[in-house]
């Protein structure tokens, strides 16, 4: 499974160019897909699983990427970041049985995106518990 989340990070690395750029890029593919599947009055449940996995995929892989030593994130930032893709983690499984709504996870990407394009974002604000 992780194997598909660094494939799509290879590819959108090779589309761009600032690391920025890149996050950004991956949350978009990502994050559309999951607005795709929430549109569609019946989506197949292997496309419905797949978006939910990839973020999944997408949020673990920041979770190892901001517990390396090398990532230079002031520490507070990294701690939220974990909260919150743990947050992520909980409300994935809350979806997949129903008890939550993907507009919760694509509401998490786009705050993300909007920091990641420039704007100011409060990661500590996000967490849910």
């Known amino acids: 499974m992780q194997q598909l989340a660094y494939k ?8 761009t160019a600032s690391d ?14 999951l607005k795709a599947v929430a549109q569609t009055e019946r989506p197949s449940p292997v496309v419905w699983v797949d978006a939910i996995d990839r973020n999944l995929q997408l949020w673990q892989i920041i979770s190892t990427d901001v517990m390396s030593e090398a990532n230079q994130l002031d520490a507070a930032l990294k701690a939220n970041l974990i909260t919150l893709a743990e947050s992520v983690r909980m409300i994935s499984y809350h979806v997949l ?3 939550a709504e ?6 998490i990407n786009e705050i993300i995106m909007e920091g990641l394009a420039g704007q100011t974002i409060a990661v500590a604000d996000m967490v849910v518990a």
């Open 97 to 99: 049985s129903r008890k």
């Open 8 to 15: 799509a990070y290879g590819e959108v690395t090779n589309r």
């Open 20 to 33: 920025e750029q890149i996050e950004y890029a991956l949350f978009q593919e990502i994050t559309q897909a």
């Open 102 to 107: 993907l507009s919760e996870l694509i509401e």
